[in-house]
Every structure is written in C-alpha cells, then in structure tokens.
C-alpha cells in the first residue's frame, strides 16, 4: 500500500508543556513543511522543549503533537524514519568512532555488516575517515559533533532533526555541513535544524520558525515575514554622489519617515518600502539626482527580523 | 539483544570491572590466606572453636561474603546505575530516539548486567570451592553437588536483586542510598521481625537455598536461627520469580512513561 | 543628574587575604547541602541517638528515688563513646550522611569539567581539596562531635553538678580527638574514592565496599581461628579499637592498637595520595 504523501512532516496543534510552574511551551499550533527548516528562537525561548516534542523525548502536558503523521510520545517504530542529533556531548568515550556508530546502526534493526557498511558511509560523508578508529574520548570538539551527525545520518531517515549541529565546528566543516544539510533538503529529504546562528541558518534555508517565550513568534519565508512586518519601518541604505538632494527629494514624499547621513550616503526609513524602491529606481534611471551607486536594504533579513520580533 | 551487546561490552570493559574484580578476587584471595593459615598452624579448620570440615567453611565464606554483601551489593550497584547511568551521561538520548521500545532497553541492560555479573561471581566462587574444601575430610567430589546448588542460588540472588534494584533505580530519585538501605538495613532487620513482613524480602526466599548452616557470628544471627522460618524450595523458587517478574514489569513501566530530561 | 561612566572599571575593593579561596567553596557547599529539604531531615535522624541518651540521662537524674533505674541509666564514657559509632545506629547513620555529602564532591566537578575553572582561578590544588574537605567534615562533626559535646553539658545540667565531669574530664579531649579521627579517615577516604570517578554513584558503592567488605573478611577470618588478631583487617574494626583506647576502656582485640592506628593513618595516606594524583586541571586520554 502506498503511504499517503506526507504534507507535513511536524504538526503540532495546541501543544503545551510545562515543567511545574515553568511553561516551556505555551499553546503552539504549528505545521512544518517538508523541506529544509530553521528553528530559531533565544534562550530561553522554548527550542529545545519543542525539540524534545518532536524527537518523543517529553510528552506534551497538553495538545498533540504528530511527525511524520503519527504521534512521535511512545512510538519507538517512528524511530526508522527520524535521525536526530542530540546538543549534548556525550558518547560512550571509549569506542572509537566507527564503533559506535555501528553500534547504533545495529539498534536499528540493521545486520551486523550492513550496519558497518552504512556507519563507514556516514562517517565519509562528514568527512571523518581518518579518526573512525579513534576513541571518540580523544576527538575534538569538531570530530565530536561530526561523529554525532554521522549517527544521525546513517541509516538514512526521512527527517533529520538537528539541535545545534555546527557548534565547535570549523568554519570548512561548518560550510561542508550546510553544503550537506541544503542536499539533503534538495534530495527530498525534511531537516529541521535549530541553531543560534542566525546567518548560517539564513544561509541554510529561507523557512524558518521562530520561538520566543514558549510561543511561535513567526513561521515561514524569512522574506515574508519582513514583508509582513508593516509597522516596522523599512530601512534603505543609499550610496549616492548627490545625498542632499536626495534628501530633500525623499522629505517631500509622504512615506519617509525620517532620513540621516552616514558618509556618502543616506539612510532613509520608509513605511511603503515597494513604492519608495519603485521612485528610486525612476531616479536612478533619469539621472536627474546625480549617480545612486548603491542600494542595500540592512533589515531584510533574518538578523533583523529575528531582534524586532524577539525584542519588541 | 542488539541492548544487551552494547551494554555487555559497557560493563565489562570498563574502569567498573576494577571494583569487580577486587570485590571478586578478595574472596579468593582470603581463602588462599585462610587455607595458609590452617596448613602453617596444622590444626585444621575451626568454627567457633569447633573443628569444621573445608564445606563448612566454604559455607562460612558463602554467607559472610557472597550472601550477604558480594550478591546484594552488585545488585544495588548495577542495578540501580541501568538506566540512572545513561542518564547521568546523557547518553541516553541515543537509545531512546531509536526504534527499540524502551521496555526493551531496560531489560536489555538488565540482561547484560545478569550475564556479567553471573560471569564473574561464579568462578570466584568456583575457585574458592576448590581452595577450601578439600581440607578437613571434604572432598570436592561429594561437596561438588552443593557447590552447582550454590552457584545456582547466586545466580538466583544476582536476577533477583538486580531486577528489584532496576525498579528502584527507575522509580527514585537517590536510588542507591534507598537500594543501601534496603539490603543492608531493612531485609537483615525484617528478618528478625515474625509475621509475613519478612516475605517483602529478596533474602527470605534467597536464604532458603542455601543449603550452608547459618553462621552464629552476631546475637541477630543467633536470633534468626532461633525464630528462622524457611519456606520450601518451590516457594523460593515461585516467590523469587515473582519478585523478578513483577519488579521489571513496573521497571518497564516506569521506563517508558518517565520523562527524561536532560541537563543542558 | 549625574553621569555615569558605564565602562569597564577595575574592582577598587577589599580583597580577601590569599589562602582563603577554600572558604567560599566550603560555604557554597554547605548552602547546596542545606537547602535539600531529604539532607536537613537526615540530618535531624542522625541526631536521633543523641535525643534517645539526654532522655537516658534525664531518667538517671530525673529517677533519683528508683535507684535501680538511676543506676541503670547512669551515664558513663560509654554514653558518649556510642554516639561516634562506628558499630552502632549511628555509624549507619553516618554512613549514609558520608555518602549523601560526599560521593558527588569531586566527581560531580569531574563529571562537569568544572575542575579546569577551579584551578584556573587563584586557588591551589590545596585549597579546592580542603574546601571540599572541610564541607564533609562539618556535617560529619555536626552528627559526632557536637552532640557528643552537647551531651556533656546536658549531663551536667541534668545532674546539677560537676561531679561526673570532675571524674571524666579525659571525656573531652577523648570525644574530640576520636571525633577528628574518625571524621578525617572517613572524608579522606570519601574525597579520594570520589576524585576517582565522575560518578556518584560508583563512589557511593566503592566507600560502601571499603568500609563493610573488609569487615565481611575480618568476620570469616575471626569465625575460623577464633582470633581478633585480624582486625587490622577491617576499617571499621580499627576505629572501634582506637575509640576503645582513646575513651579508656577494653580494646576488645588482640590486635595492638598501634597497628589500627597505623591502619588508619595509612588509608589517610593513601587517600592524600590519591588526592594529590587526581585533582588536576587536565586529564590526557590517550
């Protein structure tokens, strides 16, 4: 029988959970999509409970939560199709690498030579060869994190859950692990990957899922919810030879809000960001203004997206 | 199974399997001293004053040390560490995010602890059985049916201990202060009271497979010779798999409804 | 209003004297302990023994016209000698206060890397072992010696007179020196059995081993020549016999008491040993 095509790889409908007194997560209905996914959030904001949620690891004191279209709380049979790897660094120090990714390998119900097989695979792909036969209590923290991924990955899961996968890596092995995270997305695999690396995630995917104080704060493209954002002014950066007349250029449209000088440029904030760039490319065309050698917009991105919802 | 690899290779090759080994070589190493002593001082075996044959004092070393403190004293120890250790180095993560149920961890753990602990307990007491015994008019051949009985009830008592400690273990939050307690504070003064409390013990059933005199070494022993009730071999044999049975059943239990959370 | 420079600014205060750094952890950890609600209630049980003797001397004195219940109650050496266990209701106690304190001290620091921090700090090697000594000890001596010493005056306020201790005076010394030792052999060989480790819990059973398999031993060996002469053997048997010696009454072994002495101050050795070795700011895994 053919599985029905999974529309969403987490969904999570009303789902709290609380520690005592502490809420951890607080009435969160939330639908990730397949694909690459970033989890963001401060600390503190509730990532990890959600992370914990999803991986089956907390029972949720209230609400649902389903991966992969079944409940994931004692659903050890769902653990076929999910990779997950753990923030913590722990391991069973004393086996080297390869050991102990086989071995993990083997709980997954794999045979004793496929599971060599399949764990030398995944310690390739993370670029580990050379320390396999190493103990693990002799890596770096580098080596520690890649071995962890190598577990993650190796009995090939359909969603890969990632808790902070880069940290103490070096900028190659973090650039490779994108580089293998953005594959996985464009194989057709689901990676949800939580981080505080804001650029990196940027540089992962466009979706995102921010968490601030137990609550979703956004979902979606990071672009989108920029765009969403109407009450917070859009802040255009403009390298020109004339900036002052620019300037009184820009103080005569209705949509400036305000304007300063920063070199050889103007900064200007706009509440209609689509009709300020429109009248700003006719300037730059017709000439009349001098040369605009620059445009760049500094918060339309996800730095900025994350400090106005997080903050505000 | 694939728990019980991964676990048995933990236990075994670890710095833990120093402690085991002193704990394990002591009584052999005493009964090389005690087998000294008697030959240099040509007097032979005595308890109490009394000549006693070398199965007598295979006894006396069997209750002294393995009944009473080598047996209980590992099941505290691993038993309360099956899962309590994993957590602790939150390694736990991994064997629960992997479709294994967690019931099936537990008593692949358990499993792994029964193996490693019957396979290090019964040759030390093998090698004692030799040391001792043939002295004073014992011979290994007649003493030998009693030793397979002893090494049978210490493997009864290791399953047994192990598995009511795997459900502290999983319940509590100190498990071995409690787990100390209960095998060295509360079954030793229970057994002196009358009535059925005695029945909430491991050690009821366990000290009635023994098939050694008690030694009088302290006025509780002397006590529990007196007031001694001693259920028949089937009762043991039934009282102790109900024991097993039901303390990993709710060990199981309480594994899979637990939540762990980790420190970060 | 003024303004004020929200810049970095060097620490212009007093400093304590170097040498004292032992103090804070030593403080830090006495808070931790007190603040679990299980330690203060065994804390309490441990002072058990010492309620059920003030109500024995209470009877002594309070009972004066039943003479056979005076006498019967009468305080001796032996009193206060039972407070400090080893081999009674209070041993287990403190026991279980050692391993409750104890086990995670050092281990819990392994467990964490927090041992690297420490040393990196102006503190020495000697100051975190006496820092965490001195946490063990406290509550060990606040269980032994206290209401031990407590007693005392409650003898003496019970009694109305000095008399008793006229006759006992040796009482304090000897409660405070017996006191000292055993609480120094039994934090010595606690801290050292936890640098070990970074489990607790292994430590718990590795002191529980040290303190009751050699006394399983020492009982095999007396059942079968009939001689105390093996005592040295146990831990627990030493420290009884020093006690024995120290509050003046029967040894009640064969075996000299210097050897127990020399007993004790050898597993202090070797726990100093031990300490020395493994309280480092680095471990190398080879």
Redesign the interface.
């Known amino acids: 029988m053919i599985p029905p095509p999974i529309v969403a790889v987490v969904s999570a409908d009303h789902l709290s959970k609380w520690y005592g007194q502490v809420i951890g997560l607080n009435d969160v209905s939330v639908v990730v999509p397949p694909g690459v996914t970033g989890l963001l959030g401060p600390n503190g904001a509730g990532k990890s409970t959600f992370m914990k949620l999803i991986t089956g690891q907390l029972k949720p004191s209230k609400g649902a939560i389903n991966v992969l279209g079944e409940p994931i709380w004692q659903n050890p049979a769902l653990y076929f199709r999910i990779g997950f790897c753990p923030e913590q660094d722990a391991f069973y120090e004393r086996m080297t690498g390869l050991e102990w990714v086989t071995a993990l390998m083997r709980l997954n119900g794999v045979s004793d030579t496929d599971a060599a097989a399949k764990a030398r695979r995944a310690i390739e792909t993370v670029d580990l060869v050379d320390a396999a036969d190493k103990k693990i209590g002799a890596y770096s923290k580098g080596m520690r994190q890649r071995i962890k991924m190598a577990q993650a990955l190796a009995h090939e899961p359909e969603l890969l859950i990632l808790d902070e996968p880069l940290g103490g890596m070096d900028p190659i092995a973090r650039r490779k692990t994108i580089r293998m995270i953005k594959d996985l997305g464009r194989a057709g695999r689901s990676v949800i990957v939580s981080s505080h690396i804001l650029h990196e995630i940027e540089s992962m995917t466009a979706n995102i899922l921010l968490i601030n104080q137990g609550r979703i704060v956004a979902e979606g493209n990071v672009h989108q919810i920029r765009d969403l954002i109407d009450e917070h002014p859009h802040t255009v950066y403009i390298k020109a030879d004339q900036t002052r007349a620019l300037a009184r250029e820009f103080l005569s449209q209705d949509d400036v809000l305000s304007l300063k000088f920063e070199d050889d440029a103007v900064v200007v904030q706009t509440a209609k960001p689509d009709a300020f760039y429109a009248r700003l490319t006719d300037l730059a065309a017709s000439g009349e203004l001098g040369g605009i050698h620059e445009v760049t917009s500094p918060d339309d991105n996800l730095q900025a997206v994350f400090q106005y919802l997080v903050k505000s | 199974m694939r728990v019980f690899d991964l676990s048995l290779g933990q236990m075994l090759w670890s710095r833990r399997s120093v402690f085991l080994g002193i704990l394990l070589g002591g009584p052999v190493f005493l009964a090389a001293a005690v087998r000294l002593i008697v030959e240099m001082s040509a007097r032979g075996f005595r308890i109490n004053g009394a000549t006693a044959s070398g199965s007598a004092v295979f006894g006396l070393i069997m209750w002294l040390l393995y009944i009473r403190f080598i047996i209980p004293i590992l099941g505290v120890f691993f038993g309360t560490s099956l899962i309590a250790d994993e957590v602790d180095d939150k390694t736990i993560t991994y064997l629960f995010t992997r479709p294994v149920p967690r019931r099936a961890v537990l008593l692949g753990k358990y499993l792994a602890y029964v193996a490693c602990t019957v396979l290090l307990v019964l040759p030390s007491v093998i090698l004692v059985f030799f040391l001792i015994v043939p002295m004073g008019g014992s011979t290994i051949a007649g003493a030998f049916p009693s030793l397979v009985t002893d090494l049978g009830m210490l493997a009864l008592g290791l399953i047994a201990y192990g598995a009511v400690f795997a459900l502290v273990g999983t319940r509590l939050k100190r498990p071995l202060i409690v787990g100390l307690v209960f095998a060295f504070g509360w079954e030793p003064a229970v057994m002196l009271f009358p009535g059925y409390l005695k029945r909430l013990t491991v050690a009821y059933y366990l000290q009635a497979l023994v098939n050694h005199e008690m030694p009088q070494d302290s006025a509780a022993s002397v006590l529990l010779t007196l007031f001694h009730e001693v259920p028949s071999v089937a009762m043991s044999l039934l009282g102790l798999a109900v024991i097993v049975a039901v303390s990993l059943w709710f060990a199981g239990r309480a594994v899979e409804n637990r939540e762990y959370v980790l420190e970060q | 209003m003024p303004i004020h420079d929200q810049g970095y600014r060097r620490y212009g205060g007093e400093r304590a004297p170097r040498g004292q750094a032992w103090s804070v952890i030593t403080r830090a950890g006495l808070r931790t302990m007190l603040a679990r609600r299980?330690f203060l209630a065994l804390l309490l049980i441990a002072w058990g023994p010492f309620l059920f003797r003030a109500v024995m001397i209470y009877a002594a004195y309070g009972a004066a016209s039943i003479p056979q219940a005076s006498a019967y109650f009468k305080p001796t050496a032996e009193t206060f000698r039972g407070l400090l266990g080893p081999n009674s209701i209070e041993g287990?106690l403190i026991f279980?206060i050692t391993?409750?304190v104890g086990s995670g001290l050092i281990a819990n620091d392994r467990?964490a890397n927090a041992l690297q921090i420490y040393l990196s700090k102006p503190l020495s090697r000697t100051e975190y072992i006496f820092g965490k000594l001195a946490i063990l000890m406290t509550f060990l001596l606040a269980v032994t010696w206290v209401p031990a010493m407590v007693l005392l005056v409650i003898q003496i306020a019970f009694s109305g007179s000095f008399a008793f201790l006229k006759d006992n005076l040796f009482l304090f010394p000897a409660i405070t020196i017996y006191a000292f030792i055993e609480t120094a052999l039994m934090s010595l060989a606690m801290l050292a059995l936890s640098s070990l480790?970074k489990?607790p819990?292994?430590v718990?059973?590795?002191y529980?081993?040290l303190l009751?398999?050699p006394s399983?031993?020492y009982?095999?060996?007396?059942?079968?020549?009939?001689s105390s002469g093996f005592s040295w053997v146990s831990l627990r048997a030493d420290l009884d016999q020093i006690g024995n010696v120290i509050f003046r009454l029967a040894s009640g072994y064969e075996t000299p008491w210097p050897v127990a002495l020399f007993v004790i101050a050898a597993v202090i050795g070797l726990a100093a040993w031990i300490l020395e070795r493994q309280v480092r700011g680095v471990e190398v895994?080879?």
């Open positions: 299980t287990v279980l391993i409750y467990r480790s489990s819990r292994y718990a059973v590795l529980a081993a009751f398999f399983a031993v009982g095999v060996l007396y059942a079968v020549t009939r895994v080879a």
